[in-house]
């Protein structure tokens, strides 16, 4: 069964850093591009960054402060968030680009597949 299974969020003072985990079950991420997503309340799902084999691609609003790794021994992607700022209170997803596209390209949620259940990131003083 494939699965996708985020963790590591929390709450978080305005300039902190935390790092979610994305681990993957069922099949290897090593070849696959894997995105993270968040959703705020009362939004839509805002994509975030994406990792796949040979790229990197990050939303405008986080480039900078956001980076996304991945360990494919452990078939984990990580996103570690530096500078948070209240805007970046949401839910955020992991999930995998639809085969057969091994390639970031693009945060369009609708070409990503098996999200995991989220994880709550509060950005609060």
């Known amino acids: 069964q494939v699965q996708l299974v985020e963790s590591g969020g929390g709450l978080v003072q305005p300039g902190g850093s935390l790092r979610l985990s994305c681990a993957a079950s069922?099949?290897?991420?090593?070849?696959?591009?894997i995105g993270w997503f968040r959703q705020a309340p009362g939004k839509g799902r805002e994509g975030v960054a994406c990792?796949?084999?040979?790229?990197?691609l990050y939303a405008d609003s986080i480039k900078g402060r956001f980076t996304i790794s991945r360990d494919n021994a452990k078939n984990v992607v990580y996103l570690q968030m530096d500078f948070l700022k209240p805007d970046d209170t949401a839910i955020y997803f992991c999930?995998?680009?639809?085969?057969?596209?091994?390639?970031?390209?693009?945060?369009?949620?609708?070409?990503?597949?098996?999200w995991g259940q989220g994880t709550q990131v509060t950005v609060t003083s």
């Open positions: 999930a995998a680009k639809r085969i057969p596209d091994y390639y970031c390209s693009d945060l369009r949620d609708v070409d990503y597949a098996s």
């Open positions: 069922g099949f290897s991420l090593s070849y696959r591009a």
């Open positions: 990792t796949s084999r040979t790229e990197l």
